[in-house]
């Protein structure tokens, strides 16, 4: 249920700060107002949740589909970034002022780390943002033909990509114009790069549009990643029953789409009214980071457990870091966690996830672990146990 719980944390506000950001861009893009923000934030969720609704099949085409545009939008940016390049004067171009604050160097030549080690541990949710949610491609296993031999694969060759887009984009789009102090408090970077590449001329609106894709690809994903979560933690007795009910006739979880939908849609809208305005996306970013690194500190803690408890367990796949990169992987996110407290600007935010996540407990503990069925999930488990044993 820890787990459970936080990657439902996780996976609910994951898209809430993606389709901020799509607001972000399409604001930019077509000129509208800010107060159109929770418009276009309506809008997406309303056409992917939809979308999800139609089916597994229609769903997964599409996000095929949305995923090798964005990628190749991204091998266009980089080709044509590369000869803008500067280190010196565009990526090196943060400093620190007087009075300690960050400030931009016309000139460049600032220091590797203007803000030294706690720099690096501020800047660990965000770098932990561009692999947020991979883990989730296991929710799809029930769709998967062979799941023994295509999870493993999908995931290995998902996190390559990931580590070559996201180096390749954070160097790149920080390296040109306007340079790294101005991209770190960009609400649609990207499209920033473009309009350095291309101008500010309808060319590269039209690439910032489609670039958009790549969010959209998240965006539609991690909306079917929250919904499985949402249903399956409910049919096992974890959330309330009728959050497991499915559509009539597409047999999708609507109800778990629908809810989680609503939930990061309100914590947008108060975050809006509260006048957090362009910090509103970083906000819920740190406050999906705070479910993330909880859940990955639990799957690594399992996985060291199972190393050590049960070492004849058949395992399709076995990790090529094995036990040294769980226990890196550990302590990563305990340090993450951690952090999340230190940062005066998000830290209201993780303090009302934390309160939320107790909650939780305390719902799990005095009612729910009352109510618990053996899900599938569970049999299987229970099965692999079986099987070792007689083995």
Known sequence: FVTGLAENMEYVL???????FIGSYLGAIMGTPDWFQPIWWLLGYIVFVGLNIAGVETSFRFTVFITLVALGILVVFWVSAFPLFDWNRMLLNIGLGPDGSLVELPEGGGPWLPLGVPGILYALPFAIWFYLAIEQLPLAAEEAHQPARDLPKGLVLGILTLIVCAFLTLFLNSGIAPGAFKIGTSGEPLLDG???IFGEGAGAKILGLVAVAGLVASFHAIIFAYGRNIYSLSRAGYFPKWLSVTHGT???PHVALVTGAALGYLVLIVLYVAGQGDLVGATVLNMAVFGAVIAYFMQTLSFI??????????????SMLGLPGAWAALVISAVTLVVLFFNDTYRPAVIWCALWFLAGLVYFGVYARFRMV???EEEFAISGRHTESAT
């Open 250 to 252: 597409r047999r999708t």
């Open 14 to 20: 994951t898209p809430a700060v993606i389709v901020f």
């Open 374 to 376: 053996r899900s599938p």
């Open 194 to 196: 473009f309009r350095t």
């Open 305 to 318: 457990l199972l190393r050590k408890n049960k070492p004849g367990l058949e395992r399709p796949y076995r």
